[in-house]
């Protein structure tokens, strides 16, 4: 099963993460299938491609509970 979820980057007690696709067997930090958009929880600073979102969401892919909070957040998705 597809999941939009974090990829953890940055370094050592600086994390910022990515949101991508990937599937759900797939180890955190694997290679993604797509790169969605980007997230840093010290600046609370995101950024999305809403129009692969929306897409990926209509193939059936499932976002992941922080994912969904995010997209909710930014009025993505609809609560």
């Known amino acids: 099963m597809l999941r939009l979820r974090l990829k953890r980057t940055g370094r050592k007690r600086l994390a910022s993460y990515r949101i991508v696709v990937m599937e759900q067997a797939t180890r955190r930090d694997g290679r993604p299938i797509d790169e969605l958009g980007f997230y840093n929880p010290i600046t609370k600073q995101s950024t999305f491609d ?4 929306t897409n990926w969401l209509k193939v059936g892919a499932q976002p992941s509970e922080t994912v969904l909070y995010l997209l909710k957040k930014a009025d993505i998705i609809q609560a």
């Not at 809403?50 to 979102?53: A, D, E, F, L």
């Open 50 to 53: 809403i129009p692969k979102i």
